[in-house]
Nanobody, 138 residues
Framework: EVELVESGGGSVLAGGSLRLSCKAS????????MGWYRQSAGDVCELVSA???????RYSDSVKGRFTISQDNVKNTVYLQMNSLKPEDTAVYFC????????????????????????????????WGQGTQVTVSS
């Protein structure tokens, strides 16, 4: 059974930092692309960052240069280091795993979701954690 558990969310002032963690079980990083998505009020489910099975990373333009994705294969944990946080980064952040799907195809499919929670409708969208709230105040 695949389980993804996020932690590390919280409330910070603008300019601050947080590190999100995603502890994965039932999936290994050699078999699955991993991604961080976020959902804010009134916005669509947005890809924040992803890391492929061969370690390639990608970032949304809105977080490039501020956020860093990484993974620890021993701890089976994916991290999202978030620096220089802005109020517009306020959202629920979700960890997701493609689990064997082609990474580009998976990301393309998920991009059709308006709500990240809708990913639970089908495993075609991969496997998702419950989310962790990040609130950035000015």
């Amino acid at each position: 059974e695949v389980e993804l558990v996020e932690s590390g969310g919280g409330s910070v002032l603008a300019g601050g930092s947080l590190r999100l963690s995603c502890k994965a079980s039932g999936v290994t990083f050699k078999d699955s692309d991993m991604g961080w998505y976020r959902q804010s009020a009134g916005d669509v489910c947005e890809l924040v960052s992803a890391i492929s099975t061969d370690g390639r990373t990608r970032y949304s333009d809105s977080v490039k240069g501020r956020f860093t994705i990484s993974q620890d294969n021993v701890k089976n944990t994916v991290y999202l280091q978030m620096n220089s946080l802005k109020p517009e980064d306020t959202a629920v952040y979700f960890c997701a795993a493609s689990l064997g799907q082609d990474g580009d195809s998976w990301i393309s499919l998920v991009s059709r979701l308006s709500r990240c929670e809708s990913s639970r409708l089908s495993t075609a969208f991969g496997y998702w954690g419950q989310g962790t709230q990040v609130t950035v105040s000015s």
